[in-house]
């Protein structure tokens, strides 16, 4: 079963930029579709970026022209490029399959304040 590991958070200033990583295991990851799904503070986990085995993308409204999924099937790797980054983005991030399996990653955490 497919395994992840997030990596590239940090604090940043509003504005800024950060690019997130997720490592998934198995030969079998290039057949799924991945989405980036984060949790903020005192809110429910939401699904902000997919990305299919085909390489067709969706985004959430809040995130669309700011952030862009995308993923490297020969690294076993998906990406999260993020510009222009709020406060609002402040989350633990996480990669996963849609619709979500049981199993998480620890996730990275993104903090965006001044």
């Known amino acids: 079963q497919v395994q992840f590991v997030e990596s590239g958070g940090g604090l940043v200033q509003p504005g800024g930029s950060l690019r997130l990583s997720c490592a998934a295991s198995?030969?079998?990851?290039?057949?799924?579709?991945v989405g980036w799904y984060r949790q903020a503070a005192g809110k429910q986990r939401e699904l902000v970026a997919s990305?299919?085995?085909?390489?067709?993308?969706n985004y959430a409204d809040s995130v669309k022209d700011r952030f862009t999924i995308s993923r490297d099937n020969a690294k076993n790797t998906v990406y999260l490029q993020m510009n222009s980054l709020k406060p609002d983005d402040t989350a633990v991030y996480y990669c996963?399959?849609?619709?979500?399996?049981?199993?998480w990653g620890q996730g990275t955490l993104v903090t965006v304040s001044s």
């Open positions: 996963n399959v849609p619709p979500p399996l049981e199993v």
């Open positions: 198995g030969s079998i990851f290039r057949f799924y579709a």
């Open positions: 990305i299919t085995s085909g390489g067709r993308t």
